[in-house]
């Protein structure tokens, strides 16, 4: 490993496993954020956004890559560091993502933060803060009772206090308790000051609990908070529009009664994410068979330009084989309905045996025959170097790869 800079702890972690320097020079943009983490984190001090010094005035940045699936940073990097953290987000945007994947929740006091689960339990150190003890609650959830630390029963001050761990006892816990938990807009921040376009694919997370939870002075709800929050970074126009390919983003939401509500605040392109076969939507209480079936579909396609479907309601398992695909993918298409499943994980525990533990063997699957236009992967890094080995994204790695072609040819032939 070569150690590029020296900038403290943060800055350390953050460059771990980077063997060129140089491309990840643009990280030094992060390292009084990421000061400020460390203030906001463990000294409690209130923690405001900072300035963004946005590139996307600067027309020489690479654009996104729209000729292939796309790359859906899902959490962030989160196969390798804690979800949803600055440092998920940094690393996803090194190892190529599209998209930084994020799932947008409340704060006690309004704030949208960058949280997946409604409980705090499963993902940061809050059990060990003796002084939160007391916040332990019980709410119904989507029709269930959940007991935990909620986040909507925490200030964001309080939030801040609070360090992120890994999700999975087997990964790296290393960076346990290092890193906080960001705001939308530090998360915002993170794409707009990354060296290419990179585009940011935030998840309306919970709505029905939120709306009935957090309560906005302004009367304004959940929604109109997020995309107010878009509309403050410039977001805005069609799939494919200028303004679009300038600052990509796709909305994602399981609640089409939000999708639907948000449609009329902006044009931004949007996702219907779709669960597992037997959970009903969260606000329209409607069946999986249901929402997939074709007068569903031609109804929802007036709001979204995807799905976002579980793998397995497109290939179902069984023993932990494939079976058969669903006409799911066939008939999204048909509507033209883009098709972007989740979740893709490296690990033997989340790979099927079809794909003998081979985490590209699973990419080149479900890419080339299944045929999806994006792929929810909590190791970008892979996705990536699959696509740029078999679907090359720059004139000089397609030489490159040529070049590798022949000498590999030469060699087969002895006439090296
Ligand atoms: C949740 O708990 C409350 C209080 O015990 C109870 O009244 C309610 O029926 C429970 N709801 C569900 C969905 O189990
Ligand atoms: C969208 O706006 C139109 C016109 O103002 C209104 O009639 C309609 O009810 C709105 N739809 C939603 C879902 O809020
Ligand atoms: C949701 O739909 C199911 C099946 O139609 C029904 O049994 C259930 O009572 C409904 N739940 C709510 C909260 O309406």
Not at 83 to 99: L, V
Not at 235 to 241: C, I, L, V
Not at 281 to 305: C, H, M, P, R
Not at 380 to 409: C, R, V
Request: charged content about 20%; glycine content about 6%; aromatic content about 16%.
């Amino acid at each position: 490993m070569v150690q590029c800079f020296r900038f403290g702890y943060f800055a350390e972690r953050i460059s771990f496993r980077l063997d060129s320097c140089s491309s990840y020079r643009w990280v030094l943009a992060f390292v009084p954020l990421l000061f400020l983490f460390l203030i906001g984190g463990y000294v409690g001090r209130p923690f405001y956004p900072f300035p963004i010094k946005s590139k996307v005035a600067d027309g020489n940045r690479q654009p996104l890559q729209t000729f292939r699936p796309y790359n859906v940073a899902h959490r962030g990097s989160n196969g390798e560091l804690p979800e949803e953290t600055a440092a998920a987000y940094m690393r996803a945007i090194e190892e190529g993502a599209d998209f930084i994947e994020t799932d947008i929740l409340a704060s006690k006091d309004g704030a949208l933060i960058c949280f997946h689960d409604v409980t705090l339990d499963d993902t940061t150190d809050i059990a060990d803060h003796k002084e939160f003890a007391y916040r332990k609650r019980t709410y119904e959830v989507q029709g269930v009772n959940v007991t935990g630390w909620f986040t909507v029963d925490f200030t964001l001050q309080e939030l801040k206090s609070l360090g992120m761990k890994q999700r999975y006892k087997f990964r790296d816990q290393q960076y346990n308790g290092k890193f906080s938990i960001i705001t939308f807009e530090e998360f915002i921040s993170i794409a707009l000051e990354a060296p290419r376009v990179v585009g940011i694919y935030p998840e309306i997370k919970n709505p029905i609990f939120i709306n009935q939870q957090v309560k906005w002075a302004d009367g304004r709800k959940f929604e109109d908070k997020f995309i107010d929050t878009l509309k403050k970074y410039g977001y805005k126009g069609s799939y494919m529009s200028k303004d679009w390919l300038n600052q990509p983003a796709f909305i994602q939401s399981f609640a089409p009664s939000s999708l639907i509500y948000i449609s009329n605040l902006t044009d931004l392109p949007k996702i219907f994410l779709i669960g597992d076969v037997t959970i009903p939507t969260q606000d329209t209480n409607q069946s999986y068979w249901e929402i997939t079936a074709d007068g569903y579909l031609e109804f929802i396609k007036q709001y979204v330009v995807g799905i976002g479907p579980s793998k397995e309601t497109i290939v179902p398992t069984s023993n932990n084989y494939l079976l058969t695909p669903t006409d799911l993918v066939v008939k999204a298409h048909a509507h033209d309905l883009q098709v972007h499943p989740y979740t893709y994980r490296n690990e033997d525990t989340f790979l099927h045996f079809d794909f003998h533990q081979d985490p590209y063997a699973e990419y080149d699957y479900w890419i080339n025959n299944v045929g999806v236009d994006g792929l929810f992967t909590d190791f970008t890094g892979s996705l990536h170097n699959f696509q740029e080995w078999t679907s090359p994204s720059s004139d000089d790695s397609k030489a490159s790869k040529l070049l590798h072609k022949i000498a590999s040819m030469m060699s087969t032939h002895g006439r090296v």
